[in-house]
C-alpha cells in the first residue's frame, strides 16, 4: 500500500466516525450516544479492511475514543482489556509457550502426519483432519503456525523449492488453515472468537458458561463442516497427484525427535488437566465456584514458571520465554472487540441497528439466519473471526431480544459462520502467504470453499433449531 493511500485511510476513519455521529445525532434519527456508538464501530471496520495501521492497533480505538467522547462509564470499556476471558487467553498462551522449545508441537504434528502417504488426496485429507483434532486442543492460530513449517520442509524434501509456483503447495497449505479454522469452531479453545462468543452468552444470562455445553451443540456443525470442506478440496482438479517419500520424510523426523522426554510428558499432563478441568467443569462448580476454566488454566500456566526444567538448567518457562511465546496482538485484538461491543450495547447503537433490522419483518426462521450468516462470514473474510464475534454478536443478541426470541441459539448458529476465514491473506492465512502460498490462488481456491462452508453453517443451525428442542437451553 503506498503511503498516500496510507494516509487517506488514515483521515478516512475518524472522518467517518464524525460523519456518522454529527450525521446521525444532529438530526435526531438517534441520539448522539447512539450515533456515537455506531460511529466507532465503522472507524474500527474501517480501518480492520484497509488497514493504515495494524488491527492490533485498532482495537485500542475504543479507549480512545470514549476516553475523548465519553459514550459510556470507561471502566465498562477498559475493564475488557483485562477480563476473565483474556486471562483464559493468557492462561493457555502459558501452557503452551514451553512446548517449542522441548519439542512437544512437533512431537504431536509429526506422530498425527507419519500415517500420510504420497497421494495428494490423502496428503489434504491428513493434513486437514491433523489440523482439525490439533484446534480442538488449542488456538487455530498455533496450528497453523505449527504445522506450516513442517507441511513446507516435507514439500522441500519432496524437490518442491518454490512454494508459490508449487501446485501441491496450494491445496496443502489451504488444508492446513481451513481445517484449523474447521476444528477451532468446535471447542472454546480454537481461538478468542470462541471466548468473545462465551463472553456475551454470560453477560446476556448473567451465569458462568460450561465449555461442554459448546462442544456439544458445535460438534454436529463441527462434522458437518469437515465433510463439506473436504469434499471440495477433493473433487476439485488436481495437477499433481502424489508427492514421493512424504510418508518417510515424516516417520523419519519423528524418528530424530527420540524418546518422549521428561519435560513434554509434565507441558502435556498440565494442558490435559487444564482441558480436562475445563470441560467437567459443572462436576466441580458448587464446590470450588471460583475456579473457573480462565483462573485454572492461568494457575496450571503458572506452574511452568516454577517447574525445573529436567533438560536445562532453568524453570520449565521463564518470563523472557513467555513474552516471545504469548501473543499479546491478538489479547488485545480480542479485547478490543470487546470493548467496542460495550460502547455499542451501553451507548444504544444496538438497540437500534436491531430496531432497523427487526423493521425488515424477519420471522427467526431461516432467512433470519442466512441474513446472520452471510453478516458474520462477510466479516470474518474482510477482517477475521475475532473481529466478526465483537460486531456481529451483539447484534444479534439485540435483534433476536427485539423480536422476542432467545438469543442463544442463533448465536451459536453465527458462531458456525464466523468461524472460518478463507479468502483474503489477513489473520490465520497470512501465515499460510508467509511461507509462500500464493495471495491469488488462496483468492480462487477459498471462494468455493467459503460459499459451501456458509451454507453449511446456515442449514446445520437451522435443521438443529429444529431438531433439537434443547439447542437454546444452557446447563
Do not use: H
Not at 80 to 90: C, D, H, K, V
Not at 185 to 204: K, R, V
Not at 242 to 267: A, H, V
Not at 335 to 357: E, F, P
Amino acid at each position: 500500500m503506498s503511503t498516500q493511500k496510507i494516509r487517506i485511510n488514515l483521515i478516512e476513519g475518524p472522518a467517518l466516525f464524525f460523519a456518522v455521529s454529527l450525521g446521525l445525532g444532529k438530526t435526531g434519527v438517534i441520539d448522539y450516544a447512539a450515533a456515537k456508538g455506531i460511529g466507532t464501530a465503522l472507524w474500527m471496520i474501517f480501518w480492520w479492511v484497509t488497514r493504515p495501521v495494524d488491527i492490533t492497533v485498532t482495537a485500542l480505538l475504543p479507549g480512545v475514543i470514549n476516553a475523548i467522547f465519553g459514550i459510556i462509564p470507561m471502566e465498562n470499556v477498559i475493564s475488557q482489556y483485562a477480563s476473565g476471558s483474556i486471562i483464559l487467553i493468557f492462561g493457555s498462551c502459558l501452557l503452551t509457550a514451553p512446548w517449542s522449545e522441548i519439542g512437544l508441537d512437533k512431537r504431536i504434528s509429526l506422530k498425527a502426519l507419519s500415517l500420510i502417504g504420497p497421494s495428494m488426496k490423502s496428503q489434504i485429507t491428513v493434513w486437514l483432519l491433523a489440523a482439525i483434532v490439533l484446534s480442538n486442543m488449542m488456538p487455530n492460530v498455533v496450528v497453523v503456525a505449527i504445522f506450516t513449517p513442517i507441511a513446507v520442509s516435507m514439500l522441500a524434501a519432496a524437490g518442491y523449492k518454490d512454494i508459490k509456483s508449487c501446485e501441491a503447495a496450494t491445496p496443502i497449505l489451504c488444508a492446513i488453515a481451513w481445517g484449523s479454522q474447521v476444528g477451532g469452531a468446535g471447542t472454546p479453545l480454537g481461538g478468542a472468537m470462541n471466548i468473545t462468543a462465551i463472553a456475551f452468552i454470560e453477560e446476556f444470562t448473567g451465569k458462568e458458561f460450561m465449555y461442554i455445553d459448546w462442544i456439544i451443540r458445535m460438534l454436529p456443525y463441527t462434522m458437518i463442516a469437515t465433510v463439506a470442506v473436504l469434499l471440495t478440496m477433493l473433487l476439485k482438479p488436481m495437477k499433481t497427484s502424489s508427492l514421493e517419500g512424504t510418508k518417510e520424510y515424516f516417520e523419519e523426523c519423528y524418528k530424530e525427535l527420540g524418546p518422549m522426554k521428561k519435560d513434554e510428558k509434565i507441558s502435556l499432563v498440565l494442558f490435559i488437566m487444564a482441558m480436562l478441568g475445563s470441560f467437567v467443569r459443572p462436576l466441580y462448580a458448587d464446590l470450588l465456584p471460583g475456579l473457573v476454566p480462565a483462573y485454572l488454566f492461568l494457575i496450571l500456566g503458572c506452574a511452568n514458571f516454577v517447574i525445573v526444567s529436567f533438560e536445562k538448567k532453568d524453570m520449565l518457562l521463564t518470563w523472557e520465554k513467555a513474552q516471545k511465546e504469548v501473543m499479546w496482538g491478538m489479547l488485545l485484538l480480542f479485547a478490543g472487540g470487546l470493548a467496542l461491543g460495550q460502547i455499542l450495547t451501553g451507548s444504544g447503537a444496538n438497540d437500534v441497528i436491531a430496531n432497523m433490522i427487526s423493521s425488515a419483518n424477519l420471522s427467526g426462521g431461516l432467512v433470519t439466519i442466512l441474513v446472520f450468516t452471510i453478516f458474520a462470514c462477510v466479516i470474518s473474510e474482510m477482517t477475521n473471526s475475532t473481529v466478526s464475534a465483537a460486531v456481529t454478536l451483539p447484534i444479534v443478541i439485540g435483534v433476536t431480544q427485539k423480536m422476542g426470541l432467545n438469543p442463544i441459539p442463533y448465536v451459536f448458529t453465527t458462531a458456525m459462520a464466523m468461524n472460518f476465514e478463507s479468502i483474503l491473506p489477513v489473520s490465520v492465512r497470512a501465515i499460510s502467504v508467509s511461507y509462500g502460498l500464493d495471495p491469488d490462488k488462496l483468492l480462487k481456491n477459498g471462494l468455493v470453499v467459503a460459499f459451501v462452508r456458509m451454507l453449511v453453517a446456515a442449514f446445520v443451525g437451522y435443521i438443529t433449531m429444529l431438531v433439537w428442542p434443547g439447542f437454546g437451553i444452557l446447563n
